[in-house]
Protein backbone atom coordinates (compact mmCIF):
# COMPACT_ATOMS: atom_id res chain seq x y z
CA UNK A 1 0.00 0.00 0.00
CA UNK A 2 2.85 2.63 0.98
CA UNK A 3 3.26 5.27 -2.30
CA UNK A 4 0.22 3.41 -3.84
CA UNK A 5 -2.39 5.29 -5.49
CA UNK A 6 -6.07 3.63 -4.67
CA UNK A 7 -8.22 4.50 -7.46
CA UNK A 8 -10.00 1.21 -7.88
CA UNK A 9 -11.17 -1.49 -4.95
CA UNK A 10 -8.68 -3.82 -6.93
CA UNK A 11 -5.84 -1.91 -6.44
CA UNK A 12 -5.91 -3.99 -2.87
CA UNK A 13 -6.26 -7.71 -1.90
CA UNK A 14 -7.46 -9.25 0.83
CA UNK A 15 -5.06 -8.76 3.02
CA UNK A 16 -5.23 -5.14 2.33
CA UNK A 17 -8.87 -5.07 3.20
CA UNK A 18 -8.14 -6.65 6.28
CA UNK A 19 -4.50 -5.07 7.24
CA UNK A 20 -7.10 -1.58 6.74
CA UNK A 21 -10.10 -2.87 8.79
CA UNK A 22 -7.40 -4.04 11.53
CA UNK A 23 -6.02 -0.43 11.56
CA UNK A 24 -8.86 1.30 11.59
CA UNK A 25 -10.14 -0.84 14.52
CA UNK A 26 -7.03 -0.05 16.33
CA UNK A 27 -7.56 4.00 15.42
CA UNK A 28 -11.28 3.83 16.73
CA UNK A 29 -10.08 2.04 19.43
CA UNK A 30 -7.44 4.55 20.60
CA UNK A 31 -8.27 8.18 18.93
CA UNK A 32 -6.14 10.10 20.89
CA UNK A 33 -2.98 8.32 20.73
CA UNK A 34 -1.57 9.46 16.95
CA UNK A 35 -1.80 12.93 16.97
CA UNK A 36 1.64 12.94 16.06
CA UNK A 37 1.74 10.19 13.23
CA UNK A 38 1.06 12.83 10.18
CA UNK A 39 3.52 15.32 11.58
CA UNK A 40 5.01 17.56 8.83
CA UNK A 41 2.57 15.94 6.00
CA UNK A 42 0.38 17.81 3.56
CA UNK A 43 -2.52 15.94 2.36
CA UNK A 44 -4.69 17.85 -0.32
CA UNK A 45 -8.40 17.24 -1.28
CA UNK A 46 -9.38 18.50 -4.50
CA UNK A 47 -13.38 18.03 -4.68
CA UNK A 48 -14.86 18.67 -8.04
CA UNK A 49 -17.93 17.42 -7.13
CA UNK A 50 -19.80 18.11 -3.99
CA UNK A 51 -19.29 16.19 -0.67
CA UNK A 52 -20.22 16.24 2.81
CA UNK A 53 -18.99 13.25 4.42
CA UNK A 54 -16.32 12.02 2.34
CA UNK A 55 -14.41 15.16 1.68
CA UNK A 56 -14.86 16.30 5.91
CA UNK A 57 -13.93 12.78 6.97
CA UNK A 58 -10.89 12.80 4.92
CA UNK A 59 -9.86 16.04 6.42
CA UNK A 60 -10.98 14.79 10.03
CA UNK A 61 -8.76 12.11 9.60
CA UNK A 62 -5.69 14.12 8.49
CA UNK A 63 -6.26 16.58 11.58
CA UNK A 64 -6.76 14.00 14.56
CA UNK A 65 -3.45 12.61 12.94
CA UNK A 66 -1.83 16.23 13.44
CA UNK A 67 -1.67 16.31 9.84
CA UNK A 68 -2.12 19.57 7.53
CA UNK A 69 -4.80 20.15 4.67
CA UNK A 70 -5.04 22.43 1.33
CA UNK A 71 -7.26 21.86 -1.51
CA UNK A 72 -10.85 23.32 -2.62
CA UNK A 73 -14.35 22.13 -2.06
CA UNK A 74 -15.81 23.81 -5.49
CA UNK A 75 -13.72 24.20 -8.47
CA UNK A 76 -14.94 27.36 -9.43
CA UNK A 77 -12.18 28.40 -7.17
CA UNK A 78 -9.50 27.17 -8.60
CA UNK A 79 -7.42 28.02 -11.72
CA UNK A 80 -9.84 25.18 -13.41
CA UNK A 81 -12.60 27.99 -13.85
CA UNK A 82 -9.77 29.69 -15.90
CA UNK A 83 -9.59 26.58 -18.65
CA UNK A 84 -6.65 24.68 -16.92
CA UNK A 85 -5.98 20.75 -17.46
CA UNK A 86 -6.98 18.29 -14.47
CA UNK A 87 -3.29 16.99 -15.54
CA UNK A 88 -1.28 20.59 -14.74
CA UNK A 89 -3.74 20.94 -12.02
CA UNK A 90 -3.07 17.49 -10.76
CA UNK A 91 1.11 17.45 -11.79
CA UNK A 92 1.16 21.50 -9.67
CA UNK A 93 -0.88 20.28 -6.54
CA UNK A 94 1.54 17.02 -6.35
CA UNK A 95 4.45 19.55 -5.97
CA UNK A 96 2.44 20.71 -2.86
CA UNK A 97 1.24 17.98 -1.21
CA UNK A 98 2.48 14.52 0.18
CA UNK A 99 -1.11 12.76 -1.00
CA UNK A 100 -3.95 14.12 -2.93
CA UNK A 101 -7.53 12.81 -2.50
CA UNK A 102 -9.51 14.16 -5.74
CA UNK A 103 -13.42 13.32 -6.54
CA UNK A 104 -14.01 14.25 -10.05
CA UNK A 105 -17.58 13.88 -12.20
CA UNK A 106 -15.64 11.78 -15.01
CA UNK A 107 -15.04 8.15 -15.04
CA UNK A 108 -11.42 6.87 -14.93
CA UNK A 109 -10.31 10.53 -14.17
CA UNK A 110 -9.17 9.37 -11.15
CA UNK A 111 -7.04 7.06 -12.90
CA UNK A 112 -5.84 9.29 -15.36
CA UNK A 113 -4.67 11.74 -12.74
CA UNK A 114 -2.54 8.93 -10.80
CA UNK A 115 -0.76 8.56 -14.14
CA UNK A 116 0.14 12.31 -14.09
CA UNK A 117 0.84 12.73 -10.54
CA UNK A 118 4.06 12.94 -7.91
CA UNK A 119 2.67 11.77 -5.48
CA UNK A 120 -0.37 9.09 -4.64
CA UNK A 121 -4.34 9.85 -5.73
CA UNK A 122 -6.91 8.82 -3.25
CA UNK A 123 -10.25 8.36 -5.79
CA UNK A 124 -13.25 9.63 -3.57
CA UNK A 125 -15.61 9.17 -6.27
CA UNK A 126 -15.36 9.35 -10.20
CA UNK A 127 -18.33 9.74 -11.63
CA UNK A 128 -20.54 6.50 -11.22
CA UNK A 129 -17.01 3.99 -11.35
CA UNK A 130 -15.64 3.71 -8.08
CA UNK A 131 -15.73 4.44 -4.13
CA UNK A 132 -12.92 2.40 -3.06
CA UNK A 133 -12.83 4.39 0.11
CA UNK A 134 -16.45 4.60 0.99
CA UNK A 135 -16.02 0.36 0.06
CA UNK A 136 -13.32 0.00 2.68
CA UNK A 137 -15.47 1.95 5.67
CA UNK A 138 -18.61 -0.51 4.51
CA UNK A 139 -16.54 -3.52 5.07
CA UNK A 140 -15.04 -2.02 8.21
CA UNK A 141 -18.85 -1.58 9.12
CA UNK A 142 -20.15 -4.85 8.08
CA UNK A 143 -17.62 -6.77 10.19
CA UNK A 144 -18.06 -4.29 13.17
CA UNK A 145 -22.31 -4.82 13.06
CA UNK A 146 -22.19 -8.76 12.41
CA UNK A 147 -18.87 -9.66 13.78
CA UNK A 148 -17.46 -11.40 10.57
CA UNK A 149 -17.65 -10.60 6.74
CA UNK A 150 -18.73 -13.84 5.67
CA UNK A 151 -21.64 -15.43 4.09
CA UNK A 152 -23.65 -12.54 4.94
CA UNK A 153 -26.80 -12.18 2.69
CA UNK A 154 -26.85 -8.13 1.58
CA UNK A 155 -29.69 -6.43 0.18
CA UNK A 156 -28.75 -3.46 -2.43
CA UNK A 157 -32.08 -0.80 -2.84
CA UNK A 158 -32.03 1.76 -5.35
CA UNK A 159 -29.81 3.42 -7.83
CA UNK A 160 -27.88 0.45 -8.35
CA UNK A 161 -27.14 2.01 -11.80
CA UNK A 162 -25.67 4.66 -11.16
CA UNK A 163 -24.32 4.08 -7.60
CA UNK A 164 -20.81 3.96 -7.68
CA UNK A 165 -20.98 2.52 -3.98
CA UNK A 166 -22.26 -0.66 -4.61
CA UNK A 167 -20.16 -1.40 -7.68
CA UNK A 168 -17.28 -0.83 -5.29
CA UNK A 169 -18.74 -2.89 -3.09
CA UNK A 170 -19.97 -5.89 -4.74
CA UNK A 171 -16.04 -6.52 -6.12
CA UNK A 172 -14.92 -6.36 -2.95
CA UNK A 173 -17.14 -9.05 -1.43
CA UNK A 174 -15.65 -11.47 -3.93
CA UNK A 175 -13.45 -12.87 -0.94
CA UNK A 176 -16.13 -13.36 1.20
CA UNK A 177 -18.95 -15.69 0.00
CA UNK A 178 -22.07 -13.40 0.01
CA UNK A 179 -25.04 -14.05 -1.44
CA UNK A 180 -26.56 -10.22 -3.26
CA UNK A 181 -30.25 -9.30 -3.74
CA UNK A 182 -30.61 -5.99 -5.78
CA UNK A 183 -33.76 -4.17 -5.53
CA UNK A 184 -34.04 -1.48 -7.96
CA UNK A 185 -36.57 0.20 -10.66
CA UNK A 186 -36.71 -1.03 -14.45
CA UNK A 187 -34.27 1.77 -15.60
CA UNK A 188 -31.51 1.76 -12.54
CA UNK A 189 -30.95 -2.23 -12.65
CA UNK A 190 -27.76 -3.43 -11.73
CA UNK A 191 -25.65 -2.62 -14.66
CA UNK A 192 -24.52 -6.25 -16.76
CA UNK A 193 -20.82 -5.81 -16.75
CA UNK A 194 -21.41 -6.66 -13.09
CA UNK A 195 -23.82 -9.24 -12.97
CA UNK A 196 -21.32 -10.50 -15.43
CA UNK A 197 -18.76 -10.23 -13.04
CA UNK A 198 -20.86 -12.48 -9.99
CA UNK A 199 -21.29 -15.08 -12.72
CA UNK A 200 -17.76 -15.84 -13.50
CA UNK A 201 -16.54 -15.68 -9.97
CA UNK A 202 -19.77 -17.97 -8.91
CA UNK A 203 -21.60 -15.14 -6.28
CA UNK A 204 -25.39 -16.17 -6.15
CA UNK A 205 -27.40 -12.96 -6.87
CA UNK A 206 -30.95 -12.48 -7.52
CA UNK A 207 -33.21 -9.42 -9.10
CA UNK A 208 -36.31 -7.77 -7.73
CA UNK A 209 -38.80 -5.27 -8.02
CA UNK A 210 -40.44 -5.86 -4.43
CA UNK A 211 -38.58 -4.67 -1.44
CA UNK A 212 -40.96 -7.44 1.31
CA UNK A 213 -40.04 -10.44 -0.74
CA UNK A 214 -36.48 -9.61 1.16
CA UNK A 215 -36.45 -7.91 4.40
CA UNK A 216 -36.75 -10.71 6.41
CA UNK A 217 -34.34 -12.72 4.81
CA UNK A 218 -31.31 -9.86 4.83
CA UNK A 219 -28.21 -9.76 7.23
CA UNK A 220 -27.61 -5.96 5.47
CA UNK A 221 -30.48 -3.80 3.81
CA UNK A 222 -27.88 -0.87 1.51
CA UNK A 223 -29.74 1.60 0.73
CA UNK A 224 -28.93 4.07 -1.82
CA UNK A 225 -30.42 7.26 -3.57
CA UNK A 226 -31.12 7.92 -6.70
CA UNK A 227 -28.94 9.69 -8.20
CA UNK A 228 -30.27 13.17 -9.78
CA UNK A 229 -27.17 14.29 -10.76
CA UNK A 230 -26.24 11.70 -13.22
CA UNK A 231 -29.68 12.07 -15.11
CA UNK A 232 -30.04 13.94 -18.55
CA UNK A 233 -33.49 13.83 -18.41
CA UNK A 234 -34.95 15.17 -15.44
CA UNK A 235 -38.66 13.56 -16.22
CA UNK A 236 -36.81 10.49 -15.65
CA UNK A 237 -35.87 11.30 -12.31
CA UNK A 238 -39.37 12.30 -11.52
CA UNK A 239 -40.28 8.75 -12.67
CA UNK A 240 -38.03 6.55 -10.53
CA UNK A 241 -36.88 9.27 -7.33
CA UNK A 242 -39.45 7.39 -4.80
CA UNK A 243 -39.46 3.75 -6.23
CA UNK A 244 -38.45 2.17 -2.65
CA UNK A 245 -39.12 4.01 0.81
CA UNK A 246 -38.22 1.93 3.52
CA UNK A 247 -40.12 2.54 6.92
CA UNK A 248 -39.95 1.78 10.14
CA UNK A 249 -42.93 -0.33 10.23
CA UNK A 250 -41.61 -2.61 7.16
CA UNK A 251 -39.09 -3.70 9.80
CA UNK A 252 -40.83 -5.95 11.46
CA UNK A 253 -39.91 -9.66 11.59
CA UNK A 254 -36.69 -8.59 10.35
CA UNK A 255 -33.43 -10.84 11.58
CA UNK A 256 -32.55 -9.13 15.07
CA UNK A 257 -28.57 -8.56 13.48
CA UNK A 258 -30.11 -6.57 10.83
CA UNK A 259 -28.23 -3.26 10.09
CA UNK A 260 -29.09 -0.55 7.84
CA UNK A 261 -26.39 0.77 6.09
CA UNK A 262 -26.64 3.75 3.64
CA UNK A 263 -23.20 5.69 2.23
CA UNK A 264 -25.44 8.87 2.48
CA UNK A 265 -26.84 11.39 1.62
CA UNK A 266 -30.48 10.69 2.21
CA UNK A 267 -33.14 12.46 -0.07
CA UNK A 268 -36.56 10.38 0.41
CA UNK A 269 -35.21 6.63 0.56
CA UNK A 270 -35.04 5.92 4.21
CA UNK A 271 -38.03 7.53 6.39
CA UNK A 272 -36.65 9.72 9.44
CA UNK A 273 -39.01 6.92 11.30
CA UNK A 274 -35.58 4.52 10.64
CA UNK A 275 -33.54 6.82 12.40
CA UNK A 276 -34.11 5.75 15.91
CA UNK A 277 -35.16 2.12 15.29
CA UNK A 278 -31.62 0.10 16.59
CA UNK A 279 -31.05 -1.32 13.23
CA UNK A 280 -30.35 2.08 11.24
CA UNK A 281 -26.84 2.41 11.60
CA UNK A 282 -25.94 4.96 8.24
CA UNK A 283 -24.86 7.82 11.08
CA UNK A 284 -22.50 5.46 12.47
CA UNK A 285 -21.31 3.85 9.32
CA UNK A 286 -20.73 7.63 8.64
CA UNK A 287 -18.19 8.29 11.65
CA UNK A 288 -16.53 4.85 10.74
CA UNK A 289 -15.28 6.77 7.55
CA UNK A 290 -13.13 8.69 9.68
CA UNK A 291 -11.15 5.73 11.45
CA UNK A 292 -10.86 3.78 8.02
CA UNK A 293 -9.36 7.04 6.12
CA UNK A 294 -7.35 7.67 9.12
CA UNK A 295 -6.05 4.10 8.50
CA UNK A 296 -5.83 4.53 4.69
CA UNK A 297 -3.49 7.79 4.58
CA UNK A 298 -1.17 6.50 7.26
CA UNK A 299 -0.70 3.48 5.32
CA UNK A 300 -0.48 4.97 1.66
CA UNK A 301 1.84 7.35 3.54
CA UNK A 302 4.38 4.71 5.43
CA UNK A 303 3.59 5.62 8.41
CA UNK A 304 1.62 2.65 9.63
N1 LIG B 1 -20.94 8.79 1.01
C1 LIG B 1 -20.51 9.87 0.32
O1 LIG B 1 -19.72 9.77 -0.64
O2 LIG B 1 -21.04 11.05 0.77
P1 LIG B 1 -20.63 12.50 0.25
O3 LIG B 1 -21.12 12.61 -1.19
O4 LIG B 1 -21.30 13.46 1.18
O5 LIG B 1 -19.14 12.58 0.28
Known sequence: MKNKSLVSIHDYSKTDYLRIMDLAEEFERNPRNYGNLLTGKVVAT?????????????????????????????SSSSSVSKGETLKDTIKTVSQYSDLIVMRHPIEGSARWASEVSDVPIVNAGDGANQHPTQCLLDLYTMKQTQGKLDNLIITMVGDLKYGR???????????????????????????????????????????????????????????????????????????VKNAFVLKNSMLEDTKPGLKILHPLPRVNEINEDVDTNKKAYYFRQALNGVYTRMAIISSILGLK
Not at 217 to 225: A, G
Open 165 to 239: TVHSLIQAMLYFSPSFHFVSPEELKMPNEYKMFLKEKKIPFKEHHDLSEVLKISDIIYVTRVQRERFSDPIEYEK
Open 46 to 74: LFFEPSTRTRLSFESAVQRLGGRIIGFAD
